[in-house]
């Protein structure tokens, strides 16, 4: 089954405590993308990668990080949580190297920093 | 810059009717759009995929259309079904050197549809 699995689901974590979420995809996308989902605010694009060791600035990236060192794997890491990061956070994936197809994305990790 | 513009926030009716969502946005260079469903708590479903060349698509008792030069899609639900209750989010990926890196979202429309 095609998907995009992020880890944890949920996190709770205190401020300044580094952290990582993971998100892989099974269908050899060249493209993946993380975004933060806030009320009111609808979906943000934090970071994107056209492909592996590919990696560029969304709207909102001030205090997280990504690599990409292998095709299926996007990692986001908060090296400083602060409450700000509080949020809901979906990993996405697309092929596009005969253009863009359609975009899966995870099902999401509740993060809360007190 | 581009935005996208859900009309309306919220929508409640009875099961049986056929319904209409609606999305625009300000900027007609799209390479794509695409209409996702949102269950509480859960990810992005992709429901349609209409590219930038379409008029629309259709799955199921869904159909999405697509007006570029005006700015406008829509997503139609035919005979809705209470397990049709969810948040509709619309999203537009650009084209030209800046605008396809990412999806561009409306805020979505919440239908709630009554046994």
């Known amino acids: 089954e095609a998907q995009v699995t992020q880890n944890p689901r949920y996190l709770i974590t205190v401020t300044g405590k580094k952290l990582t979420v993971t998100c892989s995809q099974n269908?050899?996308?060249?493209?993946m993308s993380w975004y933060r989902q806030d009320p009111g605010l609808g979906l943000r694009q934090i970071y994107y990668s056209m492909n592996v060791e590919v990696t560029d600035k969304g709207d909102v990236p001030e205090g997280y990080k990504v690599s990409r060192k292998e095709k299926r794997n996007f990692p986001l890491i908060l090296e400083s949580p602060s409450p700000n990061q509080t949020s809901l956070y979906f990993c996405?994936?697309?092929?596009w190297g005969q253009g863009f197809t359609e975009a899966f994305f995870g099902q999401g990790t509740r993060l809360t920093v007190v | 810059k581009q935005e996208v513009t859900q009309i309306p926030a919220a929508l409640s009716v009875p099961e049986g009717e056929n319904l209409v969502l609606n999305c625009s946005f300000t900027?007609?260079?799209?390479?794509?759009l695409q209409w996702f469903r949102q269950d509480p708590g859960k990810g992005l479903t992709s429901l349609l995929l209409?590219?930038?060349?379409?008029r629309e698509q259709t799955s199921g008792r869904l159909n999405a259309s697509l007006d570029k030069s005006s700015g406008r899609s829509t997503l139609y639900i035919a005979a809705s079904q209470p397990g049709d209750s969810a948040t509709y989010l619309c999203a537009v990926r650009g084209s030209g050197n800046t605008g396809f890196q990412k999806l561009v979202f409306g805020t979505g429309t919440r239908l709630l549809v009554s046994p």
């Open positions: 269908m050899n996308h060249e493209y």
């Open positions: 209409i590219q930038s060349s379409q």
């Open positions: 996405a994936s697309s092929s």
């Open positions: 900027d007609s260079a799209i390479y794509n």
